[in-house]
Each structure stands twice: as C-alpha cells, then as structure tokens.
T-cell receptor, first 116, second 116 residues
Framework: AQKVTQAQTEISVVEKEDVTLDCVYETRDTTYYLFWYKQPPSGELVFLIRRNSFDEQNEISGRYSWNFQKSTSSFNFTITASQVVDSAVYFCALSRPQTGANNLFFGTGTRLTVIP | NAGVTQTPKFQVLKTGQSRTLQCAQDMNHEYMSWYRQDPGMGLRLIHYSVGAGITDQGEVPNGYNVSRSTTEDFPLRLLSAAPSQTSVYFC???????????????FGEGSRLTVL
C-alpha cells in the first residue's frame, strides 16, 4: 500500500536560515511519481515539483532544491536562505499507478514558519 | 482561463441537511477528483473520475456521492451532513495520463464546510 510520511509537523526557522523538509514514502510499485505542493496561508495548493521513480537526479530551482533517494525512499525538500514568504504548509505526495487514474496520496504536511 | 472553480467557498449546514459542492474546470481535463483536508491528516481522496460517466471511490467515500455527466463538471453531494464532515474540500483536475505517467493536479481554491 502507498504511504507518505512527513514526520515534521511544524518547523520554525529564522529568516535566511536553510531548512529541509523530510518526506519518506512506501510503495510496492516500480514506477511512480512524487510531488511537492505548497499551501500558503491563503489556502490554495501550489504545485512545486514532480519527479518520476527513474530519475534520481537532484533538482534545483532558485532557492528550492529536492533530493530524491530511492535507497532510503526519501524525497526531501530544502529551502535555502528562507524568506517570510516561504511560510506555508508543504505537502509531499505519491502517485499510485492505476489505469487512467494514478491517484495522488498525500502526507500530513509540514507547517513551516519563517520568523523575520 | 479560470482553471478549477469551486462553489460555494463557505457553507454552514445543520446535521442532516444535504448539499452539493460544485466543481467546474475549463481545461478539458478528463481526470477530476475530490479531496478533503483536515488538521493533521493532510488531504484524503474522496472520489475521483477518469472521464464523463465514470466515477470511483477513493480513501474516504462514505457519506458522499458524485456524478460526472460532462467533462467540465464534477459535483460532490453530501446526502445527510454530519459534524464529521466539517472540513475543507478541494476539487482537482489533471491532463490525461499515459500509462503510469502522471502530471500535476490543478486544484480549486477550496470549499470550507461546517456542519453543526
């Protein structure tokens, strides 16, 4: 069965500090996709990244970077030089391969607070 | 381009009342789904649809009905509201998949439902 664990419920950092959000997943599928979404205080869900199970290259996008390691079933998200605008709830999600559906299953989220 | 539109944004019901949450998308996406978000539990899949006339249950379908008569619309019906259904509901859609390839979900802004 699919499962996504985000063990960090809440994290607080001071502005300009680096912070890593952990995501550990469980799946028996050999092909799957992993996602990160951001939910700012306004409530909408914003897509950040998608990664497939065959691509273990780390990705960097500005201050954001992602570390995918199949050996440890982890897909961690690092924010460098955090800013107040990074304050949000961050969700990691895993797809379940299923004809036409490929539903996403989400972790419980990590609330990040960046203190100015 | 409106994307995914949900109505109403806020709703208060009494126990036992029925209500339909509306969801419409203008991106010609075949896949649509409903999630509920509760504190500490992340987003959980209620129902989903891979095309007009096709619906299926997700993780937490009890107490909810759906139908998909058109590609654009995917309403969620609460037949007899209960306090346990107090939650924020998100509708999402996605481009068609190719095998296990899964793109990102596009979410509506959410509908906050309170059942007294």
């Amino acid at each position: 069965a699919q499962k996504v664990t985000q063990a960090q419920t809440e994290i607080s950092v001071v502005e300009k500090e680096d912070v890593t959000l952990d995501c550990v997943y469980e799946t028996r599928d050999t092909t799957y996709y992993l996602f990160w979404y951001k939910q700012p205080p306004s409530g909408e869900l914003v897509f950040l990244i998608r990664r497939n199970s065959f691509d273990e290259q780390n990705e960097i996008s500005g201050r954001y970077s992602w570390n995918f390691q199949k050996s440890t079933s982890s897909f961690n998200f690092t924010i460098t030089a955090s800013q107040v605008v990074d304050s949000a709830v961050y969700f990691c999600a895993l797809s379940r391969p299923q004809t036409g559906a490929n539903n996403l299953f989400f972790g419980t989220g990590t609330r990040l607070t960046v203190i100015p | 381009n409106a994307g995914v539109t949900q109505t109403p944004k806020f709703q208060v019901l009494k126990t036992g009342q029925s209500r339909t949450l509306q969801c419409a998308q203008d991106m010609n996406h075949e896949y649509m789904s409903w999630y509920r978000q509760d504190p500490g539990m992340g987003l959980r899949l209620i129902h989903y649809s891979v095309g007009a006339g096709i619906t299926d249950q997700g993780e937490v379908p009890n107490g909810y009905n759906v139908s998909r008569s058109t590609t654009e619309d995917f309403p969620l019906r609460l037949l007899s509201a209960a306090p346990s259904q107090t939650s924020v509901y998100f509708c999402a859609s996605r481009r068609p998949t190719s095998g296990v390839s899964t793109g990102e979900l596009f979410f509506g802004e959410g509908s906050r439902l309170t059942v007294l």
